[in-house]
């Protein structure tokens, strides 16, 4: 088994899809955070400038998504069949396109929440409905078990979920979906366990 390394801030963001592929799958793996002060030094030893990093016996992975593939390849995870993996692959580009419109960065906290604002408002509910009539009255995502796609809206619409409390109201299939993830006794157990965090 090799040896892992997670590099992120204290928080969930872009890293939790990794921090539950391993708690699914039961790999052990060092959950290194740093803090903002210590960012800027960090930031300058990176290929890209840019976390989560996982470093894999030393040799440093980056960009979150392309990780959580390599982690998941030729587990149930990724999808049963290339059908399914290409499907659960869609879904979660579909939400990532969503979820990186929103300026998390922005400094000025008067646009920041304007564009935040708009997207929760008037984007959203567009999606949402997507998702929902694609889920239709399957159980999961893709095919007949869980994917890190379900995962994914999971940790994505926990977090939107912090801006706008009553954005699933009128979805309880898409609410039903985040209920079985949290109840996944090795998801369960890391929520339990991990640094509580806003965001």
Sequence with gaps: MPNYKLIYFNMRGRAEIIRYIFAYLDIKYEDYRIEQADWPEIKSTLPFGKIPILEVDGCPLHQS?????????????????????????????????????????????????????????????????????YLGEKEWFVGNSVTWADFYWDICSTTLLVFKPDLLDIHPRLVAIKNKVQALPAIADWILRRPPTKI
């Design 65 to 133: 998504l392309a990780i959580a593939r390599y982690l998941t390849k030729n587990t149930d995870l990724a999808g049963k069949t290339e059908l399914e993996q290409c499907q659960v692959d869609a879904i979660v580009d579909t939400l990532d396109d969503f979820v990186s419109r929103f300026p998390w960065t922005e400094r000025n906290q008067e646009v920041k929440e304007k564009i935040f604002s708009e997207l929760l408002t008037h984007d959203a509910p567009n999606l949402l409905q997507d998702l929902d009539t």
